[in-house]
């Protein structure tokens, strides 16, 4: 129910934009995340956002990514700019559904592969 692309090979110093289609399914949707699993590490939150437009994004990546999504388009985006190897793992996008009172489901992309070389 979520498709990801746009991972692939880059450089140092170079662009990659991923994309995450949602399906038209999933609705009331109040989080919008992008994850990654660095090679030997556990997965990590890179950057999210909640319904309303608000945005967060981890410190390492802070100025360079950027988080996104297309209503129109049903999807969302990670905007990757001044790639550094350390960037380099397999990127998830991951949504939440729900509320406290009837809990919370959670969907995730079948991620997509990013490596940067140096």
């Known amino acids: 129910q979520l498709q990801a692309s746009g991972g692939g090979l880059a450089q140092a110093g170079g662009s990659l934009r991923l994309s995450c289609v949602v399906s038209?399914?999933?609705?009331?949707?109040?989080?919008y995340n992008w994850y990654r699993r660095a090679p030997g590490k556990s997965r990590e939150l890179v950057a999210g956002m909640i319904s309303s437009g608000l945005t967060n994004v981890k410190d390492s990546v802070k100025g360079r990514f950027t988080i996104s999504r297309d209503n129109a388009k049903n999807t969302l985006y990670l905007q990757m700019n001044s790639l550094k190897p350390e960037d380099t793992g397999v990127y998830y996008c991951h949504v939440t559904v729900g509320n406290i009172n009837v809990g919370y489901t959670n969907y995730w992309g079948q991620g997509t592969l990013v490596t940067v070389s140096s």
């Open positions: 038209g399914t999933i609705d009331s949707i109040n989080a």
